[in-house]
């Protein structure tokens, strides 16, 4: 293989990388799958694309074209499902959002990647944002000792109609996502530049007033929904879901027995603070510093990164793929780490609901412990008739 000829499922949340695949002489944009083209009206940027209604005539047409890849944008609950499919076609997978919504859909999907052999990972993008290139950088050269602690924040607030637009149907998944669920923003960065795996975790969620008012058309009114995790590496780590209502920015920290180094979003203005103790300073370095990043400073990828979304993280996954899917470079969010990131979530979220309690994240290269919670296929979400719900998506409230 020597271009990668994807095809995209979901066109609306697909269209930021729709818009890179076709600029990037290594894929080739061959298919996309959306239901709301069902009217035949196709998008002028679709013209010369086929375009396609139907997942399973999507990838048997695509197969016909040479489609050898499928990047999953469909709804964020129904990923795991889809890729299996893809996968089982012989076709390579890049999951935009959460990789599995139940326990049992990770292990169904770890599984048909150790089957089938195909490649598998997700597209998270928030590690590859300029600051959190430069935090990365710092975490790895060793500056700040031992890793003790991390935290981080994803944060997505908005007004009512802001809220209605994302939410066109009563059973529409963002009507039911626990606060806990959207954890690969906040998680992964961390997980990334601290090269560390959950292990355990407890969580606890707040409610709001402000959200328990749209409650006819939002289910999920908690406002914040925190992680607290054991990781590999030896430390710990607290971090959100996609919080609503608690920031207005999203933040990360890393803090070693050194020093800590951190970003505060756009406000800092691509700065990341770093801060050394009194005893652990080194000689000639300022105690507490502002570090202004510039594309420049962090490489070639960087500089090229620029104009991409999601602040240059868009761009750093299509070359993640192409680097993964062509040249079988390793990808640090293959399989194993976007079902930890899923079971973190799901646990995290079952944790709310038993105040605090403790769960082990479970190693899924382990067949014992995916045996544990195979048949574990517990949901907040509902069908499109309002059904098959199993847990409540929001913490009870009177």
Not at 178 to 191: I, K, N, S
Not at 250 to 261: E, H, K, L, T
Not at 318 to 328: E, P, R
């Amino acid at each position: 293989m020597d271009k990668i000829k994807i095809g995209v499922f979901g066109a609306w949340r697909g269209n930021a990388y729709i818009d890179i695949f076709k600029k990037e002489e290594k894929t080739e944009l061959v298919a996309v799958c959306d239901k709301k083209l069902e009217n035949g009206e196709i998008p002028e940027e679709l013209k010369d694309v086929n375009c396609f209604t139907d997942f399973d005539t999507f990838l048997a047409e695509g197969k016909k074209l040479g489609m050898n890849a499928v990047f999953l944008a469909n709804y964020f609950h129904q990923h795991a499902p889809y890729a299996i499919k893809a996968m089982e076609a012989g076709m390579n997978v890049v999951s935009e959002c959460t990789s599995a919504s139940t326990l049992k859909e990770c292990v169904e999907l770890v599984e048909a990647v150790e089957r089938t052999g195909m490649k598998y990972m997700i597209a998270e993008n928030y590690p590859f944002m300029l600051m959190n290139l430069k935090m990365n950088e710092i975490a790895k050269s060793g500056a700040l000792g031992t890793l003790l602690y991390a935290e981080g924040e994803y944060n997505h607030s908005g007004d009512i109609e802001h809220l209605k637009n994302l939410t066109p149907s009563k059973y529409h998944w963002r009507a039911w996502l626990p606060r806990t669920y959207y954890v690969t923003h906040a998680m992964g960065p961390l997980m990334y530049m601290t090269d560390s795996m959950p292990k355990y975790v407890s969580a606890r969620a707040a409610h709001s007033d402000l959200l328990y008012e749209i409650r006819d058309f939002r289910q999920n009114y908690d406002g914040v929904g925190m992680m607290f995790c054991e990781m590999s590496n030896g430390m710990i780590a607290r971090f959100t879901g996609c919080t609503a209502m608690a920031s207005d920015y999203s933040r990360y920290r890393i803090a070693g027995d050194i020093a800590s180094v951190e970003s505060n979003g756009t406000v800092c203005n691509n700065d990341v603070r770093m801060f050394y103790f009194d005893h652990t300073k080194p000689e000639g370095v300022e105690q507490d510093r502002m570090i202004h990043v510039e594309p420049e400073d962090i490489g070639e990828r960087a500089v090229k990164a620029k104009d991409a979304g999601h602040g240059g993280g868009d761009y750093y996954v299509v070359q993640n793929m192409i680097d993964h899917f062509l040249y079988d470079k390793e990808n640090f969010f293959d399989v194993y780490c976007g079902v930890a990131m899923s079971a973190t979530a799901i646990l995290g979220w079952r944790s709310c609901l038993e105040h605090g309690k403790n769960f082990k994240v479970p190693d899924f290269r382990n067949p014992e412990e995916r045996d544990a919670v195979r048949n574990d296929d517990l949901t907040p979400f509902p069908d499109e008739n309002g059904q098959g719900i199993t847990l409540p998506c929001a913490i009870p409230f009177e």
